[in-house]
């Protein structure tokens, strides 16, 4: 547990407890091994970074740092792949090293570098995990940085293949790649390329990625479609009166039908958070339709 740390925040990832509260944080010496079963993540390393340098932070600040999109995981990863190419150039790779050499590793929707990395992280990924099967989040990635260079330089070209092969040009913006889409109420969803859809920024959070958009191809479909991840965020303030804005991915409402079905889509994707009513004062205005138990 942590409470009330001098730091003046707390922070979960779902990773260790260990980075919880930066230097207030529990001493992992005094606790068993199996207290902590994934170790730090690279969103935890993100999240202390940015909150160890807040200072105090209003709702508004809050909200920016919870859409930071800053892929620490990257910021590791990507010099030892440039060296690699440094060493052993591939004409084939000379642009794609290039754009990769001078990214800052942040992920947005207008971003080529970030639709490389993403590719390549999950060809990387797949690597590890295929010769070193199990759920050890932290031998993983230690995985991935120690792979041989020419295994992480041959991982960049099948991402390059399969970037070109399914949109036609490696130089695809992210945006174009990482789509929301809700089309139905079913829990089990559908996705089709033909269908609208709305480009997100954000990556997965397996990167460091603090709003988190776990996406991949679905079935038949070239771009990557998110079901899972920050799937509301909240940011509250207490006192007083309680201020709060928060966001939910689509909508409140199932069914289709309904203005509320996917109302929030476009908020959800910009981290444009609304506000929320909360009392009865702010509900003015805001009010479809009211009910009182026995109409």
């Known amino acids: 547990r942590v409470l009330n740390p001098k730091t003046g925040w707390i922070q979960n990832t779902n990773n260790w ?9 529990p001493d992992p010496k005094r606790f068993p091994r199996y207290m902590d079963v994934y170790g730090e993540n690279p969103r935890g390393v993100n999240a202390v970074r940015l909150l160890s340098k807040s200072g105090k932070l209003d709702p508004e600040g809050l909200r920016t740092l919870a859409y930071d999109r800053y892929l620490s995981a990257f910021a590791e990863l990507v010099p030892g792949l440039v060296r ?15 754009l990769l050499k001078g990214w800052d590793y942040r992920a947005s929707a207008d971003s080529v570098a970030t639709t490389l990395a993403m590719f390549w ?14 759920d050890d989040r932290r031998a993983v990635y230690q995985r991935l940085i120690a792979l041989p260079d020419a295994r992480k330089l041959d991982a960049l070209a099948a991402a390059i293949a399969k970037i070109e092969r399914n949109f036609g040009n490696w130089k695809t913006p992210w945006g174009e790649v990482n ?14 390329d033909k269908q609208p859809s709305i480009a997100v920024p954000f990556a997965s959070a397996k990167w460091g990625s603090l709003p988190a958009f776990e ?6 479909t070239a771009r990557w479609y998110g079901n899972r991840g920050n799937s509301f965020v909240a940011v509250v303030e207490f006192g007083p009166r309680v201020r709060a804005m928060a966001v939910t991915a689509g ?3 199932g069914d289709p039908k309904s203005r509320h079905f996917n109302d929030q889509a476009s908020r959800y994707a910009a981290g444009d958070l609304r506000p929320v009513y909360f009392h009865p004062d702010e509900l003015a205005g805001h009010i479809m339709r009211r009910y009182r138990p026995g109409e």
Request: no cysteine.
């Open 17 to 25: 407890p260990y980075s919880a509260a930066g230097p207030d944080s």
């Open 84 to 98: 690699a190419a440094e060493t052993a150039p591939r004409d084939i790779l000379r642009e794609p090293i290039a």
């Open 121 to 134: 992280g999950e060809e990387i990924w797949s690597l590890a995990q295929a010769e070193y099967p199990g």
């Open 179 to 192: 789509r929301f889409q809700r089309l139905t109420p079913a829990i089990e969803a559908r996705y089709d």
């Open 215 to 220: 996406a991949a191809s679905r079935g038949n």
């Open 251 to 253: 909508g409140l409402s």
